[in-house]
T-cell receptor, first 114, second 112 residues
Framework: NAGVTQTPKFQVLKTGQSMTLQCAQDMNHEYMSWYRQDPGMGLRLIHYSVGAGITDQGEVPNGYNVSRSTTEDFPLRLLSAAPSQTSVYFC?????????????FGEGSRLTVL | GENVEQHPSTLSVQEGDSAVIKCTYSDSASNYFPWYKQELGKRPQLIIDIRSNVGEKKDQRIAVTLNKTAKHFSLHITETQPEDSAVYFCAASRPGRRALTFGSGTRLQVQP
């Protein structure tokens, strides 16, 4: 099992560019989520999904879109990158709701917006 | 919504000493409290969790305590080792809420 796989690991963008962070899991988890990690602010939830075709907003959704067409994949799209989106992004999945057990994280994607 | 506060933000101890990290939460309905460890440049990983029907849980050198009345929970690491150096995050969630709320993290440094 590869677990949760994120690509790319590093990305540099210019302000206004768009891009997609990819996330895939091979554990047949229904729940998937995206967090961003900024110094001194912990992990903040961007968007989450409880199953294919179902997504919802988290704490900091502005500037990001998601979709969930399959159980395995949960891409995060930045529509028009801004310097405030410079961060480390983590995808995470779990077999049930977050209050039922472990969240499995990907290795992270470090994004710099110039 | 839920708010989780974590203290201290940094903690330095000598190898062999104990370390304690504290978190408070705001939603009295929260019933699940995990702790994640993130080594430098790595992904967060679950190290221990506790549910609201339990007051304390231990796993070798780590333990978590929960005080529901005061709405706070703590991570205790005994006999610290250099490999315990990492950032530790507490989190909280409640039934029906489809998200974990994380604290801001504690950077623990264990000096050899």
């Amino acid at each position: 099992n590869a677990g949760v796989t994120q690509t790319p690991k590093f990305q540099v963008l210019k302000t206004g560019q768009s891009m997609t962070l990819q996330c895939a899991q091979d554990m047949n988890h229904e729940y998937m989520s995206w967090y961003r990690q900024d110094p001194g602010m912990g992990l903040r939830l961007i968007h989450y999904s409880v199953g294919a075709g179902i997504t919802d907003q988290g704490e900091v959704p502005n500037g990001y879109n998601v979709s969930r067409s399959t159980t395995e994949d949960f891409p995060l799209r930045l529509l028009s990158a801004a310097p405030s989106q410079t961060s480390v992004y983590f995808c995470a999945s779990s077999s049930g709701a977050p209050n039922t057990g472990e969240l499995f994280f990907g290795e992270g994607s470090r994004l710099t917006v110039l | 919504g839920e708010n989780v506060e974590q203290h201290p933000s940094t903690l330095s101890v000598q190898e062999g000493d104990s370390a304690v990290i504290k978190c408070t939460y705001s939603d009295s309905a929260s019933n699940y409290f995990p702790w994640y460890k993130q080594e430098l440049g790595k992904r967060p990983q679950l190290i221990i969790d506790i549910r609201s029907n339990v007051g304390e849980k231990k796993d070798q050198r780590i333990a978590v305590t929960l005080n529901k009345t005061a709405k706070h929970f703590s991570l205790h690491i005994t006999e610290t080792q250099p490999e315990d150096s990492a950032v530790y995050f507490c989190a909280a969630s409640r039934p029906g809420r489809r998200a974990l709320t994380f604290g801001s993290g504690t950077r623990l440094q264990v000096q050899p």
